[in-house]
């Protein structure tokens, strides 16, 4: 990819993001918090290509492992917590009734 | 283009498109739990994308493999874990550490990336090629580096483990940060210029710098800082998608950040806080202290739980305004069980939401969901503030800010303008607190001295115990 295209990408990404949340009703703040802090766990795929291009050298693969276990600690923490919350708002309808 | 190519890019596609939706899902109340996992699955999508393209291509080697597995499944396991044992009322702390830890993974790719070039990917570099991946490589640790020590002050100062220190809230604090931001901004063009060994003090300053910027802050602050720190890893991640050339990296990471910034901007509308002053202003009870707001009471009215629950129980009309304190008593559950009697005698009750209630927008909704409290009976600020002069009495649990009528009245007052809920319309107004000491903002509440008004002295949880005791001697809620 070249750099030119690149930049597009974070422009056009960028721009996805701010019209994503228009109008967040204040319950769904901290669970839209935490979600998006959970994708921000993306950088597990850096991490990863770290692993894989580190060519045996062992610093490199303690790094990138390092880093792994960094972002699959927020990725997976980061949905889970957000599923806890979020259950409890659609446990309600069925206590209802 | 080649088959792994291909597979990876419209898996790539794909993954980008899920994400986008399920932010998009957050949003709303009704999808958002399966927009959660929507997004969960897109990631994990992504993942099985890229190990792939690297099996079909380049192939993994076993060492590689090892290394792989040890990081997901200490990552995975100890975040599994956190998120399943940490109670609802650390939520806000508990983002930060995760927020952090994705700030450190940048910073980590990137250091590792800069020490040690990745042979493939930086074979013949042209000038202008390695000026972007020096770029790149800086700004990811730049950022990196500030989310992580600022998502970790943050929690520590959630958590209670550090307070805020005095010379942080003098103008000292300006000048301490500003020579952290040269010095990063030196190491940074220091590093792009090829002297790699600045990038040692790039990691220093800047990791100094999210310290200086966080430590000011004030807990009120807090969510505001944290959902910022949340954006500043999406980007983080963005500049670490530039370093290994990640366009899914890239795409990602500017949809969080700039999500996160709408989101910041969000929350600080609703807590009449602007961003300017919530990152530079410091606590807002250091601002206040020697301007107005400070004063006596002259009129409090204290009374006992058993004048609470006498006029509870003769009341057709209650409505419940839970706050922080209710929170930290973690009383939620007793709460309920006073409103449960309350209920069963005919009597309407209703939860009043404030926007920011609790330690963070949307976290009260979280901790009464979590005692079950029926989600008809949570009411929006501007829902039920038309309510107040038809209600008989109304609870006050460990709120304090959020009710303060001189957010109306005293144009002279720092919480003026700030939407508060209009509980002294109401005909009682009981306010079970600990003591008189003050809210966040360190500003008098002039409810407390109006005439209907009544303090219940005590902490939240034994007072909520207690009505319960008396209102079991009355008979309510027995059938």
């Not at chain 2, 042209?126 to 943050?154: H, M, P, R």
């Given at each position: 990819?070249?750099?030119?295209?690149?930049?597009?990408?974070?422009?056009?990404?960028?721009?996805?993001?701010?019209?994503?949340?228009?109008?967040?009703?204040?319950?769904?703040?901290?669970p839209?918090?935490?979600?998006?802090?959970?994708?921000?766990?993306?950088?597990?795929?850096?991490?990863?290509?770290?692993?894989?291009?580190?060519?045996?050298?062992?610093?490199?693969?303690?790094?990138?492992?390092?880093?792994?276990?960094?972002?699959?600690?927020?990725?997976?923490?980061?949905?889970?917590?957000t599923d806890?919350?979020l259950a409890?708002f659609s446990?309600?309808?069925?206590?209802?009734? | 283009?080649?088959?792994?190519?291909?597979?990876?890019?419209?898996?790539?596609?794909?993954?980008?498109?899920?994400?986008?939706?399920?932010?998009?899902g957050l949003?709303?109340?009704k999808s958002a739990r399966d927009a959660n996992r929507?997004?969960?699955?897109?990631?994990?999508?992504?993942?099985?994308?890229?190990?792939?393209?690297?099996?079909?291509?380049?192939?993994?080697?076993?060492?590689?493999?090892?290394?792989?597995?040890?990081?997901?499944?200490?990552?995975?396991?100890?975040?599994?874990?956190?998120?399943?044992?940490?109670?609802?009322?650390?939520?806000?702390?508990?983002?930060?550490?995760?927020?952090?830890?994705?700030?450190?993974?940048?910073?980590?790719?990137?250091?590792?990336?800069?020490?040690?070039?990745?042979?493939?990917?930086?074979?013949?570099?042209?000038?202008?090629?390695?000026?972007?991946?020096?770029?790149?490589?800086?700004?990811?640790?730049?950022?990196?580096?500030?989310?992580?020590?600022?998502?970790?002050?943050?929690?520590?100062?959630?958590?209670?483990?550090?307070?805020?220190?005095?010379?942080?809230?003098?103008?000292?604090?300006?000048?301490?940060?500003?020579?952290?931001?040269?010095?990063?901004?030196?190491?940074?063009?220091?590093?792009?210029?090829?002297?790699?060994?600045?990038?040692?003090?790039?990691?220093?300053?800047?990791?100094?710098?999210?310290?200086?910027?966080?430590?000011?802050?004030?807990?009120?602050?807090?969510?505001?800082?944290?959902?910022?720190?949340?954006?500043?890893?999406?980007?983080?991640?963005?500049?670490?998608?530039?370093?290994?050339?990640?366009?899914?990296?890239?795409?990602?990471?500017?949809?969080?950040?700039?999500?996160?910034?709408?989101?910041?901007?969000?929350?600080?509308?609703?807590?009449?806080?602007?961003?300017?002053?919530?990152?530079?202003?410091?606590?807002?009870?250091?601002?206040?202290?020697?301007?107005?707001?400070?004063?006596?009471?002259?009129?409090?009215?204290?009374?006992?739980?058993?004048?609470?629950?006498?006029?509870?129980?003769?009341?057709?009309?209650?409505?419940?305004?839970?706050?922080?304190?209710?929170?930290?008593?973690?009383?939620?559950?007793?709460?309920?069980?006073?409103?449960?009697?309350?209920?069963?005698?005919?009597?309407?009750?209703?939860?009043?939401?404030?926007?920011?209630?609790?330690?963070?927008?949307?976290?009260?909704?979280?901790?009464?969901?979590?005692?079950?409290?029926?989600?008809?009976?949570?009411?929006?600020?501007?829902?039920?503030?038309?309510?107040?002069?038809?209600?008989?009495?109304?609870?006050?649990?460990?709120?304090?800010?959020?009710?303060?009528?001189?957010?109306?009245?005293?144009?002279?007052?720092?919480?003026?303008?700030?939407?508060?809920?209009?509980?002294?319309?109401?005909?009682?107004?009981?306010?079970?607190?600990?003591?008189?000491?003050?809210?966040?903002?360190?500003?008098?509440?002039?409810?407390?001295?109006?005439?209907?008004?009544?303090?219940?002295?005590?902490?939240?949880?034994?007072?909520?115990?207690?009505?319960?005791?008396?209102?079991?001697?009355?008979?309510?809620?027995?059938?």
């Amino acid at each position: 990819m070249s750099f030119i295209s690149l930049l597009w990408v974070l422009l056009l990404g960028s721009l996805l993001g701010l019209e994503l949340i228009g109008k967040v009703p204040p319950t769904l703040h901290t669970p839209l918090m935490s979600g998006a802090n959970a994708i921000s766990g993306i950088t597990m795929l850096a991490a990863l290509t770290l692993i894989v291009k580190a060519e045996g050298n062992l610093a490199l693969l303690i790094i990138g492992s390092v880093s792994l276990g960094f972002a699959l600690f927020n990725v997976v923490g980061g949905f889970f917590v957000t599923d806890r919350m979020l259950a409890m708002f659609s446990r309600k309808p069925s206590n209802k009734k | 283009m080649n088959l792994p190519v291909i597979i990876k890019f419209v898996i790539d596609l794909l993954a980008v498109l899920l994400l986008a939706l399920g932010i998009k899902g957050l949003s709303k109340v009704k999808s958002a739990r399966d927009a959660n996992r929507l997004a969960a699955f897109a990631m994990s999508l992504s993942v099985v994308g890229l190990l792939s393209y690297y099996l079909g291509t380049s192939g993994i080697t076993i060492q590689s493999w090892i290394w792989i597995i040890i990081g997901s499944i200490i990552g995975s396991l100890f975040g599994a874990i956190l998120a399943k044992k940490v109670p609802m009322t650390s939520m806000p702390e508990t983002v930060a550490l995760f927020n952090g830890c994705g700030g450190m993974s940048s910073l980590l790719v990137a250091l590792g990336v800069a020490i040690f070039p990745i042979s493939s990917s930086l074979e013949n570099l042209d000038f202008f090629k390695s000026l972007i991946n020096e770029v790149s490589i800086s700004v990811s640790i730049f950022v990196g580096a500030i989310t992580f020590t600022g998502s970790i002050v943050a929690m520590a100062k959630l958590q209670g483990w550090l307070s805020t220190p005095g010379w942080t809230q003098s103008k000292v604090r300006h000048f301490v940060n500003i020579v952290f931001a040269v010095a990063s901004l030196i190491a940074f063009f220091d590093l792009i210029n090829g002297n790699s060994s600045s990038i040692w003090l790039l990691v220093i300053v800047s990791s100094l710098l999210g310290i200086g910027v966080t430590l000011p802050i004030g807990g009120a602050d807090m969510p505001v800082v944290i959902s910022l720190l949340n954006s500043y890893s999406g980007i983080a991640a963005a500049a670490a998608g530039f370093v290994v050339d990640s366009q899914l990296l890239i795409v990602a990471g500017a949809m969080v950040g700039a999500a996160g910034l709408i989101l910041t901007q969000v929350m600080c509308k609703g807590m009449n806080r602007s961003l300017v002053s919530v990152l530079f202003g410091g606590s807002l009870s250091a601002q206040t202290t020697t301007s107005s707001g400070s004063g006596e009471y002259t009129n409090i009215t204290s009374c006992s739980v058993e004048e609470c629950a006498l006029t509870l129980e003769a009341a057709n009309k209650v409505i419940i305004v839970p706050g922080y304190g209710l929170a930290v008593a973690q009383a939620q559950h007793t709460l309920r069980e006073v409103t449960k009697k309350l209920e069963q005698n005919g009597i309407e009750v209703v939860y009043a939401i404030h926007p920011v209630a609790g330690r963070m927008p949307g976290h009260m909704n979280v901790l009464l969901a979590e005692a079950d409290v029926p989600y008809e009976q949570l009411k929006e600020m501007d829902v039920v503030n038309p309510d107040f002069p038809a209600t008989d009495v109304v609870l006050v649990l460990g709120a304090n800010d959020v009710v303060n009528p001189q957010a109306k009245n005293d144009s002279s007052s720092p919480l003026y303008g700030m939407p508060v809920l209009d509980v002294q319309e109401a005909r009682t107004v009981f306010v079970i607190k600990r003591g008189m000491s003050a809210g966040y903002s360190g500003i008098k509440n002039d409810l407390f001295d109006l005439p209907n008004t009544s303090m219940v002295f005590g902490d939240a949880k034994k007072v909520l115990n207690d009505l319960i005791g008396e209102l079991k001697d009355l008979g309510v809620g027995e059938k």
